[in-house]
């Protein structure tokens, strides 16, 4: 019972709803209908895809995890030595049967998505690729996480890729950049004693900020031009300001000191809150738009 519990904590279960809801919106919401395939995508990308994504993570960041004070609950388990093997085989057993239904099922440009998810989720952390330690592309990296299953569920669906489509996908993976960055704030000390390399270690907490700052606020300017594209364009007013919370939510760190790092856990607590919220709205948004044809 105690490795099912650590196990459940390094899957981050406040954090599922961010990876299942993506590609359940846009499977569901394209294709109109509940089937095998938005049941099990569903299922795959809400716990399996996170514990993969998180679990890996907790493995090959084990020392730093120790030195970081948030880790042990809901942001992150510090996984014991003699739960590591434990974990990896863990991921193994419940991401392939998913994964090989996922294949039979999908087209050569969905199982090429799904592909590049899941080599982002094992990129980031693994031992030799470390994606999450080169600057920058660790931000790219975890978006993809967050991206490609909406990507996945709208090839799957067999939808066409439109304008004002492209613009969510690209506000969507704007979002997951300024999420990630500001995320790395609060670990800035911990990594650095652990020689570990990130955006936020790189920049600086104030730098790191402002550029989650400048994501978020492009990533609304973005979804509010897909009202050009579309009729009614009300949508778009509404998800733009979807990204109003975010914004207040970083703006009080941006002259953030390194040393004072810690403070931005502050903030990430506010938008585990704030992705709930901004999800329900979303979602009335997608039922609002699926009832009006």
């Known amino acids: 019972m105690n490795t099912l519990k650590q196990l459940f904590v390094s899957s981050r279960p406040l954090s599922w709803v961010n990876t299942a809801f993506p590609f359940a919106a846009a499977y569901f919401f394209t294709t109109g209908r509940v089937d095998a395939v938005l049941i099990v995508g569903t ?95 660790d931000s790219v990296t975890s978006a ?76 609304g300017v973005l979804i509010l031009t897909g009202a050009f594209f579309s009729d009614p364009s009300w949508y778009f007013w509404v998800a733009a300001a979807t990204a109003v919370p975010y914004v207040l939510m970083v703006w009080p760190f941006r002259n953030l000191k390194d040393a004072d790092c810690e403070q931005a856990n502050r903030g990430w607590k506010k938008f585990l809150g704030i992705n709930f919220f901004a999800g329900f709205v979303i979602c009335m948004l997608l039922i609002t738009a699926l009832q009006q044809g």
């Open 144 to 219: 993809t996480h967050f991206v490609s299953p909406a990507v996945y569920g709208v090839i799957v669906a067999g939808a066409v890729f439109t304008p004002s489509l492209w613009l969510i996908m690209i506000a969507f993976f704007l979002w997951g950049m300024a999420s990630h960055a500001f995320g790395a704030i609060q670990d800035i000390q911990a990594d650095r004693e652990a020689q570990l390399s990130s955006i936020a270690t790189v920049f600086g907490a104030a730098n790191t900020t402002r550029f989650a700052l400048g994501c978020y606020a492009l990533a």
């Open 43 to 137: 299922i795959f990308f809400l716990i399996p895809y996170n514990l993969a994504m998180y679990g890996i993570n907790d493995v090959f960041d084990y020392e730093s995890d120790l030195r970081n004070p948030r880790k042990g609950g809901v942001e992150g388990a510090v996984l014991d030595r003699s739960l590591h093997k434990v974990t990896l085989w863990a991921v193994v057993i419940t991401n392939v049967p998913f994964l090989i239904y996922l294949v039979s099922i999908g087209n050569l440009e969905a199982n090429i998505t799904l592909a590049i998810s899941i080599f982002a989720v094992v990129a980031y952390s693994i031992k030799g690729l470390r994606f999450k330690e080169i600057p920058v592309l």
